[in-house]
């Protein structure tokens, strides 16, 4: 008998204990692999949608995808036994085997399908899943601030700042690391066209030159806040109060200029266009505007949360304000903003961004949170949760910076996708 | 159940019964005479309970139950007092039968009432075969709670639903799937095998996705309904803020505090946790200031055994320390976290808020109401506090084939693995229970590393960037006469080139500071300034010199150096004993060995070491081609007939390791003119000698250097040593050094 025959010939006899054994491992193999195989359809899915400007989510429910998969299953593992000989046991015909395996596929695959849409269900209760192409490369460690002005994106941590040119290809040329060894780093600003940093952090607030060179102390003390504005003035907060310097000073003895909020101060940003500085505080959301070589109070709003972030576009402009949502505002007396909405579908809204059709909500583990800010009638477009753990997000014309603390990575998608 | 937990447990669990009782009037009916008698039993069986006496609690409450048969609290409270007196397994499971007996009838009386229903489901949390049916009984004492719209009741039980999912989630996190041949982790093996926990780890296993994700979702979401109706429940919060704290999400975990701390400001265990969450963003002062309320709103005896420094000293160290009074402890405790603060110059004690981090991180994870465990105290939160977070955590299904015998069987195996350390540590437990003890033979692993390294702080001195001072300590003999004890000169080269690499600013404030304290830990000497520095990289170095004159006696020093923007820093710190110079016969100060020394003025007769320029060595550090420069003073020299001191000097090298091998040769090339000239050569060791006549003042204070070229020296550790003989007196003195040659 030659070999080959002689393993024919185990194959033909082989006893239904193992055959049983190998069934068993192919069922849990195949059903370790329902959730992988199902998993490329609601992306599939999720494509369409977004492509489609969000329509309404049409998903296959799992506990019927499963159970399907499940008694397919049974069908060939059923099949398998049928072909093996020497059937012993309770229920050894084939039939009764059949009916065993389907049924079990069944249940089993409906069980794992009902935890699969419960899952979908949960993480998706605010916003339909979307998932938005994106560009994106590795950042270091615990990445902690994002900034973005027309040339640069600075993402910070602690470590320093990686800068990445916000050019499409951006993000497959590796970053220029700056402010290097500076620890704690609280708030990054990048001044638009020169694409000079300032940076603050406990020990001060630090001047980097554009492109290469060391920081300059600008402002000793923990500096909690920082923005830059296009013709070299630099806004910064220290404590409570929200001063003003010209970026070419970097004598640290100045009596630098300014306003006391009378609240530790944890956002600053410029409006350009407005000649506004918009300053957040751990209750308060304070429209300032610099004059001469100070700054005024225009007015200001009680947010009943800490202020985390704050975007600007137009005249509008979006709080994050942590478990208490987002809000969002129309700023066009930014004496007295009107609200315009006030969300708080979120379980935490780390940071957002603001397009003038789009309000980008930084969900952290929950993802990003996409809404409507043209005022049409869905109001939350969706939830992007393959962008990781978001803390931060930025909107710069059409690409929308997202910063991922899990990855950790940098995500480039298009606002308009 | 342990006799310290069980009073603990009842008071919970009277204090909880004592809320219902007033609000079940649905079967109350007032004016009653039976029912008012059965209520003033239940209120005096509940002061028993609390007072600890649960057989004649027990007892009231039989008689309230007699006296006023259709009085359903009485029934549920005694269900209740059974049920909190029982444990989970089937050894009390007569007792449970009774309580839920109790409760039953209760709920006869008084239909859907969502506490009965809710004890209920705590009973069948209780019974091993029935904890399934707990989660539906919770269901329906929810169901019941909101259609009474009572807050306090849809918090109870929202928690309880959300303990169930949080304990499942705990069981799937961090799961991996083993790849290969392998079905399961095997303790036995990562005993055996010191790689074979990190090969699991990082090479035969993946991890699997978004497992427990379901789980820890829906917990979430029953903590914070819980939150909804209740702001101020403590075990809910507390919850919440362990399922943030393990998904990393110290921003919403520091906000989740503050807002439960609002409604609930004296909870010590919310002060620990929102502690936790601030030292996890990196803010370590508000985090000590959560840390020190919370310690301050515990009872003292559990602050005693929480905070014992016994959890992170070797065995025998800890059992004298258990055995000490409150003052010898409070001694120990003292002087142990000044000893391990990393760093004086800053205002808090890193390692102490590390210590309390973990402690506090330990309590909130591990701890188990179910089972009356303090997370501190269990196996997992002992190795926690010893070693901090763990570099991998993973995971295990149990064991299909059950290999690990019937210890393991249907047991999650969960692995903590330390890198750089390599250590590791095997848990099993029972699913969705969070709750776990060593596998196999681990409680001897963990007692063995535990003798190794009783506790590490690895973490913190990363964070710190902490380097190292080198220091050199010189006693001279104080210019005072009559003056006891030593004139302690201090030199510190502070690393200012490796702290400042790659800091990427113009200047940096760099403070430095020196801290002497005694044996009592008293400060007699605590100094700090600042200065800006230029970040240049290298082996660049800030050479510091401090000098105090100290009583004689045992100190210690600690030279320090921060640096604020980058938060690099670095120490040096030793024992300082200080002795007297004898006034009446031959001694002399310590070798101080340096990298240059010169007269200040050529023309005059050095008296002491401030006629010279000495630049200090303090790493003992020299390169080949290095000249070693040696200074020294020979005080109380005896006077010939002349009035002179006549003296012999023998200098000896001396290699005591070699890196590389070559001829020792040296050669005095400058210093006391005596000297200059003289060579010696050897193998491994070289020897100088010469007499010299020194023309003694009143002082009586000699000081002397060399200059010694160490030629092609081969690299290695050298001992240099000095004796100086009186050849009036016929006394010795003699001092030594090390020194370090490096190729260059």
């Keep these: 008998m030659t070999d ?86 309770t229920c050894n015909s084939v039939a009764c085997v059949r009916i065993v395996s389907i049924g079990t596929g069944t249940f089993v695959g409906f069980l794992m399908g009902r935890e699969a849409d419960k899952l979908h269900s949960i993480r998706y209760r605010t916003g ?68 000079a940093l300032a940076v603050a952090s406990p020990a001060g607030l630090y001047l980097y030159p554009p492109r290469s060179g060391p920081g300059s102390l600008l402002r000793e003390g923990a500096a909690t806040a920082a923005a830059a504005s296009g013709d070299g003035r630099v806004f910064l907060a220290v404590g409570t109060r929200v001063e003003a310097a010209r ?171 | 159940m342990t006799a310290a937990v069980l009073p603990l447990l009842l008071l919970a669990g009277v204090t909880t019964a004592a809320r219902p009782a007033a609000g079940q009037g649905t079967a109350r009916r007032p004016g009653d005479a039976r029912t008012s008698s059965a209520d003033s039993l239940v209120e005096l069986a509940l002061t028993r309970a609390r007072a600890g006496d649960t057989t004649l609690a027990l007892w009231t409450l039989e008689r309230a139950t007699k006296i006023a048969p259709d009085y359903a609290p009485a029934f549920y409270q005694r269900g209740l007092l059974l049920s909190r007196t029982t444990s989970l397994g089937l050894s009390d499971s007569w007792r449970r039968h009774q309580a839920a007996k109790e409760i039953d009838h209760a709920l006869d009386l008084d239909p859907n009432n969502p506490f009965y229903l809710l004890e209920l489901g705590r009973i069948r949390l209780k019974t091993p075969l029935l904890r399934l049916e707990a989660e539906r009984m919770f269901h329906k004492a929810l169901a019941a709670a909101e259609s009474r719209h009572d807050p306090r009741a849809l918090a109870d039980i929202r928690f309880e639903i959300a303990e169930i999912y949080g304990r499942r989630y705990e069981s799937m996190a961090n799961r991996r799937l083993l790849s290969g041949t392998q079905e399961a982790f095997d303790p036995t093996a990562a005993l055996a095998d010191p790689h074979y926990t990190k090969q699991v780890l990082l090479e035969l296993s993946q991890p699997l996705p978004d497992a427990g994700e379901l789980d820890y979702r829906q917990a979430e979401d029953y903590y914070r309904a819980a939150l909804l109706a209740d702001p101020a429940h403590e075990p809910a919060a507390l919850g919440l803020l362990n399922l943030l704290s393990e998904a990393r999400r110290y921003e919403e975990m520091e906000r989740t505090a503050r807002a439960f701390l609002a409604a609930q400001p004296g909870s010590a265990r919310g002060h620990l946790a929102l502690g936790l969450a601030l030292h996890r963003l990196d803010r370590d002062a508000p985090a000590q200031a959560d840390f020190d309320t919370a310690l301050a709103l515990l009872p003292a005896d559990e602050v ?145 590393a535990r003798y190794h390294a009783p506790v590490l702080f690895d973490d913190v001195a990363k964070r710190l960037r902490l380097d190292t001072v080198a220091v050199q300590i010189a006693r001279f003999r104080p210019e005072t006469p009559g003056t006891a004890g030593a004139e302690v000169v201090v030199y510190a080269d502070v690393p200012t080139g490796r702290m400042l690499r790659d800091v990427d600013i113009n200047q940096a404030p760099l403070e430095t500071g020196i801290f002497i304290s005694d044996t009592s830990r008293h400060l007699v000497l605590a100094a700090r300034d600042s200065a800006v520095v230029r970040p240049r990289g290298g082996d660049r170095v800030a050479t510091r010199t401090w000098a105090r004159t100290l009583a004689p006696g045992e100190y210690v020093y600690r030279v320090e150096a921060h640096e604020s923007v980058s938060g690099s820093s670095a120490r040096g710190l030793g024992p300082l004993p200080v002795t007297s110079f004898p006034s009446d016969s031959l001694s002399m100060s310590d070798l101080l060995v340096a990298r240059h020394i010169a007269p200040r003025s050529a023309g005059l007769t050095p008296r002491n070491r401030r006629d010279y320029f000495i630049a200090p060595n303090p790493a003992f550090r020299f390169a080949g081609g290095d000249t070693l420069f040696l200074y020294w003073e020979e005080y109380g020299l005896a006077r010939d007939a002349a009035g002179n001191g006549k003296v012999r000097v023998q200098l000896t090298l001396r290699l005591n390791e070699v890196t590389r091998a070559g001829d020792l040769l040296t050669r005095v090339i400058g210093g006391v003119a005596d000297a200059v000239g003289l060579s010696a050569k050897g193998d491994d060791r070289v020897a100088l000698r010469f007499d010299r006549t020194v023309a003694l003042t009143s002082e009586n204070r000699t000081p002397n250097y060399l200059a010694i070229d160490l030629g092609h020296a081969p690299p290695g550790t050298y001992t240099v040593e000095l004796m100086v003989t009186d050849l009036v007196a016929g006394r010795s003195a003699r001092r030594q050094r090390p020194i370090r040659l490096v190729s260059q």
């Excluded at chain 1, 050019?167 to 600003?189: D, E, M, N």
């Excluded at chain 1, 909405?341 to 809204?349: E, I, K, N, P, Q």
């Excluded at chain 2, 969960?414 to 095997?426: C, I, R």
């Design chain 1, 4 to 89: 080959d025959a002689l393993h024919h010939t185990a194959r033909r006899v082989r006893p239904r204990g193992r055959r049983l054994g190998d069934a068993r491992a192919v069922l849990a193999a195949a059903l370790l692999l329902l959730p992988t195989a199902a998993a490329v359809l609601p992306a599939q899915l999720g494509a369409q949608s977004t492509q489609a400007a969000a329509p309404a989510h049409h998903r296959v429910p799992r506990r019927l995808l499963y159970a399907a998969i499940g008694a397919g299953l049974g069908v060939g593992l059923s099949s398998l036994y049928a072909e093996g000989g020497n059937q012993q046991g």
């Design chain 1, 128 to 195: 339909t899943p979307l998932s938005p192409k994106m560009v994106t490369t590795d950042v270091a460690p615990d990445p902690a601030v994002l900034a973005v002005a027309d040339s640069v994106v600075a993402v910070a941590g602690p470590g320093g700042v990686d800068v990445f040119t916000a050019a499409r290809a951006g993000l497959r040329t590796p970053p220029v690391h700056r402010a290097g060894g500076v620890h704690g780093i609280t708030a990054v600003a990048v001044q638009p066209r020169s694409g």
């Design chain 1, 247 to 417: 970026a070419a000073t970097t004598d640290s003895a100045h009596g630098w200029p300014g306003l006391d909020l009378g609240r530790p101060v944890q956002e600053l940003v410029y409006d350009p266009a407005r000649n506004l500085l918009w300053a957040g505080t751990d209750s308060t959301l304070y429209a300032l505007r610099p004059v001469g070589d100070s700054i005024e109070r225009v007015g200001q709003l009680a947010m009943g949360a800490a202020v985390r972030h704050v975007a600007v576009e137009g005249t509008r402009v979006a709080v994050a304000l942590g478990e208490s949502g987002v809000r969002l505002f129309d700023a066009h007396d930014p004496a007295a903003p009107v609200e315009q909405l006030h969300w708080s579908g979120a379980r935490f809204a780390y940071d957002v961004a603001l397009s003038p059709r789009r309000l980008f909500v930084a969900a952290g583990s929950e993802g990003l949170y996409v809404l409507d800010a043209a005022g049409g009638s869905r109001l939350v477009l969706g939830l992007a949760r393959e962008l990781g753990f978001v803390i931060g997000v930025e909107t710069h014309g059409a690409d929308t910076w997202v910063l991922d603390r899990a990855g950790p990575s940098l995500h480039r998608i298009a606002t308009q996708f």
């Design chain 2, 304 to 448: 005693r055994d929480m905070t014992a420094l016994s959890s992170i000293l070797d065995e025998e160290r800890a059992a004298t320390y258990d055995r000490s009074g409150d003052a010898a402890r409070s001694q120990v405790d003292s002087a142990y976290w000044d000893a391990v603060d990393p760093l004086r110059l800053t205002p808090g004690n890193e390692a102490h808020t590390e210590f309390l981090a973990r402690v506090a991180y330990a309590d909130l994870r591990f701890s188990s109401a179910e089972f009356g465990h303090q997370g501190w105290r269990t196996d997992r939160g002992q190795i926690y506090i010893r070693y901090g977070e763990p570099t991998k955590v993973a995971t295990f299904a149990p064991d299909p084939d059950n290999a690990g015998g019937g210890e393991s069987f249907g047991r999650v195996t969960t692995v903590w693995w330390y890198d750089p350390s390599n250590l590791y540590f095997v848990f099993a437990g029972p699913p969705a229970m969070n709750v776990a003890t060593f596998a196999g033979d681990f409680r001897r692993y963990a007692a063995n």
